[in-house]
C-alpha cells in the first residue's frame, strides 16, 4: 500500500466496515471518506488522520501515515497499562490534623446548639 488513502480503504476492510459507517464513526461526512478511498481526494485532510488516530486508538499512526511499522500498536502495551498498579493515597499528616479540626469544630456547634436549644427552652 502505497498511499494513505490506500491504508484508510484497507484499515476500512480491515474492520469490517464500509465507507459510511466508518465516516458516521470519525462524525465526518460520507462523501469525505468515499473521495478518499475512490483517489478523488489527493490527500486526506489532518482533521479525518486525526480523528481516525483517536477513533481507532490501537492504530498505528506512523503506520498510517508512512505504511511503515505495524498496522497496529501491541495490545501488550493496552494491557499493561491496566494491570499498573494504582499508586497508593496516603494523607499527609496535615490533612489529617485539618479532618481531625473539622471534627472537633462540628462537635463544638453541636454542643452550642444544645446549650441555645436548653436556654430557650427555659425561657
Same mark, same amino acid.
Given at each position: @500500500?502505497?498511499?494513505?488513502?490506500?491504508?484508510?480503504?484497507? +484499515? =476500512? /476492510?480491515?474492520?469490517?466496515?464500509?465507507? $459510511?459507517?466508518?465516516?458516521?464513526?470519525?462524525?465526518?461526512?460520507? %462523501?469525505?471518506?468515499?473521495?478518499?478511498?475512490?483517489? $478523488? @481526494?489527493? @490527500?486526506?485532510? !489532518?482533521?479525518?488522520?486525526?480523528? =481516525?488516530?483517536?477513533?481507532?486508538?490501537?492504530?498505528? &499512526?506512523?503506520?498510517?501515515? %508512512?505504511?511503515?511499522? /505495524?498496522?497496529? %500498536? $501491541? &495490545?501488550?502495551?493496552?494491557?499493561? @497499562?491496566?494491570?499498573?498498579?494504582?499508586?497508593? !493515597?496516603? *494523607?499527609? &499528616?496535615? /490533612? =489529617?490534623?485539618?479532618?481531625? /479540626? =473539622?471534627?472537633? +469544630?462540628?462537635?463544638?456547634?453541636? &454542643? !452550642? *446548639?444544645?446549650?441555645?436549644?436548653?436556654?430557650?427552652?427555659?425561657?
Amino acid at each position: @500500500m502505497k498511499s494513505v488513502n490506500e491504508r484508510i480503504k484497507f +484499515l =476500512i /476492510e480491515e474492520l469490517n466496515l464500509n465507507s $459510511r459507517a466508518f465516516s458516521l464513526k470519525l462524525g465526518v461526512d460520507p %462523501t469525505i471518506i468515499h473521495n478518499i478511498i475512490s483517489g $478523488r @481526494m489527493s @490527500m486526506p485532510s !489532518y482533521v479525518v488522520l486525526e480523528k =481516525i488516530v483517536l477513533t481507532f486508538d490501537n492504530v498505528n &499512526a506512523k503506520w498510517l501515515l %508512512t505504511g511503515k511499522g /505495524e498496522k497496529y %500498536t $501491541r &495490545a501488550a502495551e493496552s494491557v499493561s @497499562m491496566v494491570n499498573d498498579p494504582l499508586p497508593v !493515597y496516603e *494523607k499527609s &499528616a496535615k /490533612e =489529617i490534623s485539618l479532618e481531625n /479540626e =473539622i471534627i472537633n +469544630l462540628k462537635g463544638q456547634i453541636e &454542643a !452550642y *446548639k444544645n446549650v441555645i436549644t436548653s436556654l430557650s427552652a427555659k425561657q
